[in-house]
């Protein structure tokens, strides 16, 4: 039977890293737990569905947890010609996807932290009307995906600590 070795370098950085005192934003079950006892409240529309979704991904939501904040949110969205054809159409779009959203105390019913995070992603618009709306559709979950992970992080780093104050 084969005994299994750590290469000599790889235990000297694992010591390193961890003599420095870096700890890894991800590294505690404190904040993993945080982040999934979060019960994330939908906006109205297609974006805030989508958004919901992706929070509920990022966060890892367990609903057998009883929920220890809600998440609220409401969503903005800003379409702008980018590309124009020689025929004076648009062929290319930037949606900005902006996002005002609170962290609510499930106990006390008060904010506890606040921001506002945005996402720019861009997306061609085609002549045949399925292929424009599906787009659109696509740049909408991208730029809900981007967003989702920016309010992940700044939770994150907020649970843990090394977040400023909002």
């Not at 993993?32 to 569905?49: H, K, M, P, Q, T």
């Not at 995070?117 to 730029?143: H, L, M, N, W």
């Amino acid at each position: 039977m084969k005994r299994f070795r750590l290469p000599l370098a790889l235990l000297v950085a694992t010591f390193t890293v961890s003599g420095c005192g870096f700890t890894p934003l991800y590294g505690s079950s404190t904040v993993n737990g945080a982040l999934s006892a979060i019960e994330v409240v939908a906006a109205d529309g297609r974006a805030g569905y989508l958004l919901r979704e992706q929070l509920d991904d990022a966060l890892a939501r367990d609903v057998r947890v009883l929920p220890s904040h809600r998440l609220i949110f409401a969503v903005e969205e800003k379409r702008f010609a980018r590309g124009v054809r020689i025929d004076n159409v648009a062929n290319r779009y930037e949606l900005n996807m902006i996002v005002t959203w609170r962290l609510v105390s499930a106990e006390t019913g008060v904010d506890v932290r606040k921001g506002v995070t945005s996402a720019a992603v861009t997306f061609d618009s085609a002549d045949q009307p399925y292929a424009a709306i599906a787009a659109q559709q696509d740049g909408q979950e991208r730029a809900a995906a981007e967003v989702a992970r920016k309010i992940q992080l700044d939770l994150a780093a907020w649970l843990a600590g090394k977040a400023p104050a909002a």
